[in-house]
């Protein structure tokens, strides 16, 4: 089966930057497309950013400019790099990936911004 594991999650100050990593396992296919989503206390899981197998990527226009999505380690690997965090970047942040036509979830990694 198709696991997703996210790491990278923790406490920053408004203005620092974190990076998360995403590990897939369990397939010889690469994805198709890998993603970021964020779900914060009370609010609706949103999509943060998307990049292709062909390297080509989506940001939601609350992240584009601040945050870096993309792929290593012969694409099993998807990172978001994120920079000038804001308060209202505080949520739990879920990777997401499509292999063959199925769609895989991560369990999650927590981010808070407060000072």
């Known amino acids: 089966q198709v696991q997703l594991v996210e790491s990278g999650g923790g406490l920053v100050q408004p203005g620092g930057s974190l990076r998360l990593s995403c590990a897939v396992s369990?397939?010889?296919?690469?994805?198709?497309?890998m993603g970021w989503y964020r779900q914060a206390p009370r609010k609706q899981r949103e999509l943060v950013a998307t990049i292709t197998s062909d390297g080509i990527t989506n940001y939601s226009d609350s992240v584009k400019g601040r945050f870096t999505i993309s792929e290593a380690n012969a694409k099993n690997t998807v990172s978001l790099q994120m920079n000038s965090l804001k308060s209202e970047d505080t949520a739990v942040y879920y990777c997401n990936a499509l292999v063959r036509r199925l769609t895989y979830w991560g369990q999650g990694t927590q981010v808070t911004v407060s000072s």
């Open positions: 369990g397939t010889i296919f690469s994805p198709a497309v």
